[in-house]
């Protein structure tokens, strides 16, 4: 009797320990989630898409379809030890990789460094999210980064591949600023160039016209007055300048009213795409601080655009950034969250099917839809 109470007591002691070692392992686990900003909502099991790479971070993912092939010109994201800020000082990006996948959901490659900020005579910091065109044998890669004056300015590099090298010209383009390139060539062979980004994208300081350093930080302040919109410059021949002075980007409401500064769920932001479906012309956006993917539709490049919704809910992460590309009669959002970092600044980009409706409107999308709207 007293070998097996010994044996007993020996098994329920295992137990206990058992369970108090476990508990242990999920408190750290669950520690480790917090300090990361990760949480099990991040998996992807209730994920719509999984990213594309896994071995490098990527962000702000630009897509188009090249000689058959669908290639993406991301953003480059590292862990550069920088503390986080409202200006962005923690993306501190320093070259490109370009992929490119020969089908959705198909094998994507990865072609290495395309342009290095230290192949950019002028460039001081920060190379932040690209775009991409082609032009009469030439590709054209369009990139915002900040000068030697910390002011980001918009620079251009060539090549003859779509997967690069590129080679970036001396001097950035005369009359940019501000960040997020994102280039449209309409079907009369015309190029437009959409940029701008407020908060660290300093856009707000460039309300006169020249670069103030002392401007706000976030926007005009004016919240009762129409909200600081996009640009849009028409791109010359050679796509290497503007044609003409940068114009707003004109975003209205269904009344013809200008969205206000204080419309934080509706006002631009960041991260301008125009793509043109049934004639119409559809510009979408980041709304930055709420973290929406909304878009307008116009009846020209330059707008009025009307304020039509969100297309996308918010995903994981602070920022939200996008592109639209058409591929083999289907339409495709590539975007990007969190997943695999649950850090804002290590991001992965994805692709998901957009779907335009009969009245020409885009069916919301939701990035996690075990999660209801």
């Known amino acids: 009797m007293i070998k097996h109470s ?23 686990a669950k520690q480790e989630q917090s300090e990361t900003g990760a949480s099990d909502s991040t998996s992807s099991q209730e994920s719509l898409s999984k990213p594309l790479v896994s071995h490098i971070y990527t962000a702000d993912p630009s897509a188009h379809v090249f000689n058959g092939k669908i290639y993406i010109y991301p953003s480059h994201d590292i862990d550069a030890g920088i503390k986080e800020d409202d200006e962005g000082a923690h993306f501190a990006m320093r070259d490109y990789h370009i992929l490119s996948m020969d089908s959705i959901n198909g094998k994507v490659t990865d072609h290495g460094v395309g342009l290095d900020i230290k192949d ?21 890669l369009y990139f915002p980064v900040k000068d030697k004056k910390d002011v980001f300015r918009m620079g251009v590099a060539t090549s003859k591949s779509p997967s690069g090298p590129f080679k970036a010209e001396p001097t950035p383009i005369e009359g940019s600023y501000s960040i997020d390139p994102a280039v449209f060539t309409d079907t009369d062979g015309k190029t ?25 930080k976030t926007d005009l302040g004016k919240d009762k007055e129409p909200a600081l919109s996009a640009k849009v410059a028409r791109l010359s021949n050679d796509m290497l ?20 500064t204080s419309d934080h769920d509706r006002r631009f932001f960041e991260g301008s795409w125009m793509h043109k479906f049934n004639g ?32 996308m809910t918010p995903v994981k992460g602070w920022t939200t950034h996008h592109s639209i590309v058409e591929f083999k009669g289907k339409w495709y959002i590539f975007y990007h969250d969190t997943e695999l970092s649950g850090k804002t600044h290590l991001r992965n980009v994805k692709v998901t099917e957009l779907t335009h409706n009969a009245d020409g409107t885009i069916a919301l999308i939701n990035p996690y839809p075990t999660k209801k709207l």
């Open 120 to 140: 950019i005579p002028w460039a001081g910091r920060q190379l932040w999210a690209p775009d991409a065109a082609y032009k009469n044998g030439t590709y054209y």
């Open 192 to 216: 437009y160039m959409y940029f701008g980004g407020i908060w660290g994208g300093q856009l707000q300081r460039w309300s006169s016209g020249k670069y103030d350093a002392n401007g706000s």
């Open 280 to 311: 119409k012309y559809y510009f979408s956006y980041s709304t930055g601080d709420t973290h929406f993917l909304a878009y307008a539709i116009g009846d020209s490049p330059y707008g009025p655009f009307t304020y039509q919704g969100n297309m």
């Open 6 to 28: 010994k044996l007993r007591n020996v098994l329920f002691f295992l137990a206990v320990s058992g369970v108090f070692l476990q508990a242990c392992q999920s408190n750290k």
């Open 241 to 260: 300048h503007f044609d003409e002075v940068a114009k707003d980007v004109k975003i209205i409401d269904k009344e013809g009213k200008p969205l206000l």
